[in-house]
Structures are given as structure tokens and as C-alpha cells.
């Protein structure tokens, strides 16, 4: 090979190590997305873990009693519980305003929040709504909670938890398989660039030979 084309064979070498090394750094770039998002999926599990439902007494026709899930407000108001949001007067006693049990919605931060069975459980554990035993103008001794009223539980959500530990395998076996074929494709492109740098320092060597023989040749 002349040293034309040697240095032509160079140059294009090095191009393809710029576009390989390139690909490389995108390629650990995607990695750790991967690894942020297999952080977040299993944070999401995390909470699914902890997540729990509101149910109340239900007398059955027997006289046998079942829980059931508390839905909307009047399920708690059928065993004679009400939902209510804290406030402060101006004295700085604290206030407790009773939410129609009726209501599709509430007003919380600015936000309409629909009443539904998860709804009703996040905002008791917010610390901003309490519950009640008296619908007019409850006081602190009106005031009840789920671990000493009998007529509520709280219980693991098994339905939620079952998918979301169907989502968190079906998303984890998505990441691992992702991230295996970028390893697979990391590895590929780290024995092509072993390869171009060989073949580059083999082409170093031959141009640096032939330099050294024509100064011979002229010396």
C-alpha cells in the first residue's frame, strides 16, 4: 500500500473511531435512562406496596357482618361517619367543616378532587381532613379515625397490588431486555474499535517505516 492510500485508509479509520465512540456515548447514555427508569419502577411498586383501601361495617340479613369498600361519602355516612376538612378560626382553634356526603368533588389546593374510594383515603392520611361522628358543626370530641372506630378498616389494596406487581415484572423483564442488547451492542462496538485502532497503529508504524526509509534513501 502506497502512502497515499495509506494516509486515505487513515483518515477514514479515524472517522469511523469519531462515529463508533459517538454511538458508544450514546449508547451509556441510554444505560443510564435504563437504570433511572428501573429506579422509578420499582419506586412505583414501592408505593403500590403501601397503598391501602377504606372499608366500612356492613350488616348482612343473617346478622352476619362483611366489609366493604368505602366508594363515596355515603358509605362512611351510612355508619354514621363523616368526612370533614380541618381549618383554623381566627383565634387559632381549630375548626372542622363537614362535607356534604353527597359530594361528587372537593376543593383542595386550588384542585377538584373527585370523590372516589382512593380519594377518600389520601385525603385522611394528608392530615388536612379528619373524621367525625356529627354532621353539625363538630367539635375535637366529635372526632374519630380509622384505627378506633370499629366500624371502619383499613386494609391492603390486593386488586391494585396484583397489577401493580404484574406491571413491575412486565416493565422490569422490558428494561432487562433492553439492557441486555445494549451491552450486546456496547460489545460489538468496543471489538470494532480494537480492531480500527489496531489497524490504525499497524498503518502508523507502515507510514512511519516508509518516512524513515526515504530519509535513508536521501540522507
Do not use: W
Not at 433511572?36 to 350488616?59: C, G, I, M, P, W
Not at 368533588?105 to 380519594?119: E, L, M, P, V, Y
Amino acid at each position: 500500500m502506497g502512502l497515499s492510500s495509506s494516509q486515505a485508509r487513515l483518515l477514514n479509520l479515524t472517522a469511523r473511531m469519531h462515529q463508533i465512540e459517538y454511538k458508544a456515548a450514546r449508547l451509556e447514555a441510554m444505560k443510564l435512562q435504563m437504570a433511572n427508569e428501573s429506579t422509578r419502577v420499582y419506586e412505583d411498586y414501592l408505593e403500590a406496596l403501601d397503598k391501602t383501601k377504606l372499608q366500612f361495617k356492613s350488616l348482612n340479613t343473617d346478622g352476619s357482618v362483611t366489609y366493604k369498600d368505602v366508594n363515596n361519602l355515603s358509605d362512611l355516612a351510612s355508619v354514621g361517619i363523616y368526612l370533614c376538612q380541618v381549618g383554623v378560626d381566627t383565634s387559632g382553634k381549630a375548626t372542622y367543616t363537614v362535607i356534604d356526603s353527597n359530594a361528587a368533588s372537593i376543593s383542595f389546593h386550588g384542585q377538584t378532587i373527585a370523590i372516589s374510594r382512593d380519594s377518600i383515603i389520601n385525603l385522611i392520611n394528608s392530615g388536612e381532613f379528619v373524621l367525625s361522628t356529627k354532621t353539625g358543626a363538630p367539635t375535637g370530641n366529635d372526632l374519630t379515625s380509622v384505627s378506633t372506630n370499629t366500624s371502619l378498616q383499613e386494609v391492603t389494596d390486593e386488586v391494585n397490588l396484583k397489577k401493580a406487581e404484574a406491571k413491575y415484572e412486565a416493565d422490569m423483564k422490558r428494561i432487562d431486555m433492553k439492557d441486555r442488547k445494549y451491552d450486546t451492542d456496547l460489545a460489538a462496538m468496543d471489538a470494532e474499535r480494537n480492531a480500527v485502532k489496531q489497524e490504525m497503529e499497524t498503518l502508523k508504524t507502515v507510514a512511519r517505516d516508509n518516512v524513515e526509509r526515504t530519509f535513508k534513501l536521501f540522507s
